[in-house]
């Protein structure tokens, strides 16, 4: 039987619950044919690892009336079928930039021909390892940082990849690997902020205290609030409380994922982490009443 975009799309609603996916089919050109130089209209961009909580972080900023979204999940990358590929995360990968550029203009004339959007967010996890090059192409940008404690993270990730990236692998090799993947992007992270003094956010303090996300992107805070103004998903997809998240992780494999880590202890007390507490599964505090998500 022909496969069809439309086939895979109904096997992949079937398979998810299970955690199984087919890959969609993808006929675009691997760069995009259209091109441009720069981008010069203001860009937020937020520098994230995978399972960090950042569709939650989107969907908050996503209620102003002023930022839009080059795509639904806030991911530009998603329009590049050259930064989706599985290689995207190798920093020596080629990324035809000006491809990238052109895609990313072409979007922005399409949703917002009248300029009403004065900011647009920008979250592709991958951004992490070439955001040196990507920032140079856009005059008006603006940075932060967002990391999540390492126990949740990895938690939020297991289920979410074990079948596709690992199929087949003995969990425990996955729990340690996925913590070595944490540690090597946060130490990208903390580079970052230490290199060029960008704002850092954790997700735990977001879910604390949500417009701190604003304060650190420097924002107006008296901007209106459209809710679903951009297209945003609803939240509810990573918005799980730490415990229901943490239970993904047995006590073993949170002492993996420790001892993973114990040789790191500058990375942890950049982002304010602690391996007794990840131990201990005492995971982020209170969430505020204003945050939109399901607790």
């Known amino acids: 039987m022909q496969e069809t975009p439309k086939r895979k799309l109904r096997i992949n609603k079937l398979l998810r619950p299970l955690g199984y996916e087919v890959d969609q089919l993808d006929d ?4 995009p044919r259209a091109r441009a130089k720069r ?5 937020l961009f937020l520098l994230t690892p995978a399972g960090s ?10 209620r102003r009336s002023d930022i839009g979204a080059l795509h639904h999940s806030f991911e530009g990358q998603r329009l ?5 590929d599985s290689d995207r995360w190798w920093p020596e990968k080629f990324v035809d930039y000006e491809a990238v550029l052109g895609a990313w203009s072409r979007r922005i004339a399409e ?5 009403r959007y004065r900011f647009w967010l920008e979250k592709s996890p991958a951004n992490l390892v070439r955001h040196r090059q990507l920032f140079s192409y856009f005059p008006d940008h603006r940075v932060v940082v967002n990391n999540r404690a390492p126990v949740d993270n990895i938690a939020a990730q297991v289920r979410r990849y074990l079948f596709k990236e690992y199929h087949g692998a003995h969990r425990p090799l996955v729990v340690r690997h996925l913590a070595r993947i944490w540690l090597w992007r946060s130490r990208l992270l903390m580079q970052a902020a230490q290199e060029h003094g960008y704002p850092c956010v954790s997700y735990e303090a977001f879910r604390r205290a949500p417009d701190s ?3 650190a992107f420097g924002l107006d805070f008296a901007a209106p609030a459209v809710i679903g103004a951009t297209g945003a998903a609803v939240p509810g997809g990573e918005a799980k409380s730490s415990q ?3 239970r993904n992780l047995t ?5 993996m994922v420790v001892d993973e880590l114990s040789g790191a202890p500058e990375v942890l007390a950049f982002f304010g982490y602690d391996l007794a507490t990840e131990l201990a599964g005492e995971f982020e505090g209170a969430v505020s009443p204003d945050f939109g998500g399901t607790a």
């Open 28 to 31: 675009r050109p691997y760069w």
């Open 39 to 43: 981008i010069e209209r203001p860009f």
């Open 53 to 62: 909580g950042s569709a939650d972080i989107a969907w908050h900023l996503s």
């Open 80 to 84: 590049v079928r050259g930064l989706m």
């Open 111 to 115: 949703t917002d021909p009248a300029g």
């Open 213 to 215: 996300i604003v304060e």
């Open 244 to 246: 229901e998240i943490a």
């Open 251 to 255: 006590e073993h494999e949170r002492e």
